[in-house]
């Protein structure tokens, strides 16, 4: 049975998890893909690229458009607002790609809620706190006060485990590299009720 539309793959975990290396390494073996880009109110760091890493925005333009219901979803995280575009990934899925979102865990409720049939979540986590918090530090990307709110942020999430699929534990970078290429292949197959449905109709030709 083959799909008629794209999957979606969802990855949350604290910032510091190695979502991002953990994408880059298996991105070669898991088919035409499109990676949605977040919308973001805050400021563009140093290295990063608008369009590339995110589209950058001001408050006014994002609130304009939550009014507009221009999101999949959005969230108010760490002091600045993140979203998702919707039309970007109605065409992706429209061409038979895997969309793949790398979102909080309020996001991955709503896009579970709204598109939960053709979505496979994956929560990516560091072994322990203490471990994020050193990764955290070690970056040094964010101030002391910032890198306190991100590991007050993943004490709550990591309470949102039970909501995901999958739980990897990158503790050894290849296994969990390798672990999340066959969830990412897996997600590609799986197939949404309304195609189940249609199939159960079709083989019950006598």
Request: glycine share 6%; net charge negative.
């Amino acid at each position: 049975m083959n799909h008629k539309t794209g999957a979606i793959l969802v990855l949350s975990g604290p910032s510091g998890a190695g979502k991002s290396s953990l994408l880059n390494e298996i991105i070669d073996d898991i088919g035409e893909c499109y990676f949605s880009i977040s919308t973001t109110t805050r400021p563009i760091r140093e290295g990063e690229i608008d369009g590339i890493h995110y589209h950058f925005v001001d408050e006014e333009e994002f609130t304009k458009d939550i009014e507009e219901e221009l999101f999949l979803e959005y969230a108010f995280v760490h002091g600045n607002y993140y979203g998702t575009s919707i039309k970007p990934v109605k065409e992706a899925l429209k061409k038979g790609k895997l969309v793949i979102f790398d979102i909080d865990v309020q996001g991955n409720a709503t896009i579970i809620n709204r598109l939960g049939d053709i979505t496979t979540s994956v929560f990516i986590s560091p072994p322990t706190l203490s471990e994020l918090k050193k990764r955290l530090e070690a970056r040094s990307t964010d101030s002391q006060d910032v890198i306190e709110r991100r590991i007050d942020m993943a004490k709550r999430e990591i309470q949102r485990i039970s909501e995901y699929d999958f739980l990897i534990v990158n503790d050894n970078f290849k296994e969990a590299a390798d672990t999340l290429r066959v969830i990412a292949n897996a997600a590609r197959v799986k197939i949404p009720g309304n195609e189940i449905n249609d199939f159960v109709r079709e083989w019950e030709d006598i």
